[in-house]
């Protein structure tokens, strides 16, 4: 069996982070947003056991390698021959790697049949990553806790977005929170009609001076994503989308929305 698995990476339309507790961690209130950027996971029971990836800095150690030691203690997964095509840019706050695992979790699922117990398979995605979980819903989602508590959320009408990096800018996640904690700010978590990314309040000034730029080209809405660095911007079609990526001029790209149905489809060959 050879399947072709789609990852797509995310946005977050916005992200609210809360004091860190007891345990070092941060409970979130966000909105998830899957995008058709995407890597692309090639799954063959029948190929020479293995990771194999065009990207040369992928490491041995990887969210690809840890799902399937994670859902290896808990099925009877045949030997697999797995291949990726990365496209979408790493520490850049679009969840590449965690849609790579979910990829990955979701047809070792559909290799196995179906018998792994879908309580066993969020375990095993928020075990590898706190983003991952919601590569098993798609689409649109609220997520809470620490992203893992997901409420799926109706499909809106496909938008067009530029997703853009300023050049050489990364976001270190860990990097990222530390600058929050160290903050004086609200924390709290309520619902509210404020769409803010708390990460812009520490986010590199290229990150921000990008975000002006998406907006002075027209944006109807611009943000940070994730911890960064990407930043996105919604146009009001995919031709003008093209025409602000081309003025630009660095590092972007041209996506749309994806509804649920289409961010979790699987292909067989």
């Not at 689409?139 to 799926?152: D, F």
């Not at 509210?192 to 975000?211: H, I, K, Q």
């Not at 960064?228 to 041209?254: H, K, L, M, N």
Request: net charge negative; charged share 20%; proline share 6%.
């Amino acid at each position: 069996m050879k399947l072709v698995v789609r990852c797509p990476a995310k946005i977050n339309m916005y992200l609210q982070v809360g004091a860190k507790d007891r345990r070092g961690y941060h409970p979130l209130r966000t909105e998830f947003q899957a995008i058709d950027l995407c890597d692309v996971l090639t799954v063959d029971t029948l190929g020479v056991p293995g990771i194999t990836c065009n990207w040369p800095d992928l490491p041995l150690d990887n969210t690809l390698t840890r799902a399937m030691r994670l859902i290896g203690e808990i099925a009877n997964v045949p030997p697999l021959a797995i291949h990726m095509e990365k496209a979408i840019p790493s520490q850049a706050g679009l969840g590449g790697g965690s849609s790579d695992a979910a990829g990955l979790i979701r047809a070792i699922d559909r290799i196995v049949q179906g018998n792994i117990p879908e309580a066993e398979l969020r375990s095993v995605a928020a075990a590898v990553g706190a983003d991952v979980p919601f590569f098993l819903v798609g689409g649109r989602a609220l997520g809470l806790g620490y992203g893992e508590r997901l409420t799926p959320l109706e499909d809106l009408p496909t938008q067009y977005l530029v997703v853009a990096m300023p050049s050489d800018v990364s976001c270190s996640t860990p990097e990222m929170f530390g600058r929050l904690d160290a903050m004086d700010r609200a924390t709290d978590l309520a619902e509210t009609a404020e769409l803010r990314n708390d990460f812009e309040l520490v986010a590199p000034e290229a990150c921000l001076a990008l975000m002006v730029r998406l907006r002075e080209l027209g944006a109807t809405r611009a943000g940070l994503t994730g911890s960064g660095a990407a930043v996105f911007g919604f146009f009001a079609s995919e031709a003008e989308a093209r025409s602000v990526s081309t003025a630009i001029g660095r590092t972007s790209w041209v996506a749309r929305t994806l509804e649920r149905s289409a961010s979790l489809r699987i292909e067989r060959e």
